[in-house]
């Protein structure tokens, strides 16, 4: 049944109850005592870690605004230490976004159910980053979807208040920068990570009603917009 | 409720923060507002220290006929100080909340230095969207 041989491992949280299979390894639990001063792991009185959670029991959490607040604040000044120009920032926040991205949409798209269907079509995945995600990372959808006129491969998402930026005010020399690069970091991965690659900038846009609407710009590649051709 | 002017100084004493919300004030120099926080920060230490009831605090409200100050001093040493009109109740209120302004868009802005002159635009916005409508 189980065959050693084979790449694919089963998944099971104790290999030692997988049927037909005389293991010698120890149970999970009893190899990790011997394991926890070397790893970052953080281990309940129970022996469990975080992988030994569900994946959905913390889908209805919310996260302190302040907690965030400070720790974005943390982040903004660790990247400005390493970075000498506002465009290098904006390139700092894009990768800490990018890495989160990634693996916030193998968790959305797990939490789809077995229903979902994997987006091809451009306009299905932008929906799924403006309601989808942008639901779970803000607890509203994003505010419009707009395609640009003058380029045919470049796509807008609006947000007039962007979530992120609440409490931070840039002084007047960096009036260029938009700390929401770190949203279109996130946008950025879960676009690379459906096969959509392309390019994701935040750009702050003054508008009388909204005077902190923050626009991404989603530029995507050759390939993109010739397979969405194909397809029509 | 009238509020006529707002200032912030930091730990040491120094100003960080001044705000007029009333046009019919005195327009003192930017020297003379530093002269008088640090004059404020070493009168309210005095005070202080010269109480006979031990164990109290500094200097937390001058009154005369003319104006009000109210000192809000928080536990890590930054004094708020707001100055309004005669017979105001309710200073306390307002205190509270420009703290909690001060919370959120100074403290939370990763481009302010700690102790340093509040230059958050946010800030300002904030501070001038709760005081006016209360002229």
Redesign the interface.
């Known amino acids: 049944m189980s065959n050693l041989n084979s790449p694919f491992v089963p998944f099971s949280p104790n290999p030692s109850i997988q049927s037909g299979v005389p293991t010698t390894t120890p149970p999970l639990s009893a190899s990790k005592p011997s394991q926890l001063g070397s790893s970052n792991l953080r281990y309940a009185s129970s022996r469990k870690s975080i992988y030994d959670r569900h994946l959905n029991r913390t889908q209805r959490s919310e996260l302190s605004k302040?907690s965030f607040?400070?720790l974005?604040?943390?982040m903004?000044?660790y990247a400005?230490k390493q970075v000498l120009g506002i465009q290098d920032l904006e390139k700092k926040l894009n990768i800490q976004g990018y890495a989160i991205g990634q693996r916030l949409f193998e968790l959305l798209l797990y939490r789809e159910g077995r229903s979902a269907k994997r987006e091809t079509r451009l306009l299905g995945i932008l929906q799924f980053i403006a309601q989808t995600l942008y639901r779970h990372l803000f607890g509203k959808s994003a505010d419009g979807l707009e395609k640009s006129r003058e380029h045919e491969d470049e796509y807008m998402l609006i947000d007039h208040e962007p979530i992120v930026n609440s409490?931070?005010?840039?002084?007047k020399e960096?009036s260029q920068l938009n700390?929401a690069a770190f949203v279109a970091g996130i946008i950025e991965a879960v676009l690379d990570g459906s096969l959509f690659p392309c390019r994701v900038t935040a750009h702050s846009v003054f508008s009388e009603q909204f005077p902190f609407k923050t626009v991404f710009l989603i530029k995507f590649e050759e390939s993109v917009l010739e397979r969405e051709a194909v397809l029509q | 409720m009238v509020i006529l002017s707002i200032l912030i100084l930091n730990k040491a004493g120094g100003l960080i923060y001044q705000r007029d919300f009333n046009e019919g004030l005195n327009k003192l120099s930017s020297n003379d507002y530093l002269v008088l926080a640090g004059t404020f920060h070493g009168v309210h230490a005095i005070t202080s220290r010269i109480s006979p009831v031990p164990g109290s605090g500094g200097l937390e409200v001058l009154e005369s006929d003319q104006f009000r100050v109210q000192c809000f001093q928080t536990l890590t040493g930054t004094k708020f100080l707001i100055f309004a009109e005669p017979h105001q109740p309710n200073i306390d209120v307002i205190c509270r909340r420009v703290y909690e302004l001060y919370a959120d868009y100074v403290m939370k802005n990763p481009f302010y230095q700690i102790e340093m002159p509040i230059r958050c635009e946010q800030f300002d916005r904030q501070l001038v969207a709760y005081i006016k409508p209360k002229q």
């Open positions: 302040a607040a400070f974005f604040g943390e903004i000044q400005q409490y931070i005010s840039v002084p960096m700390c």
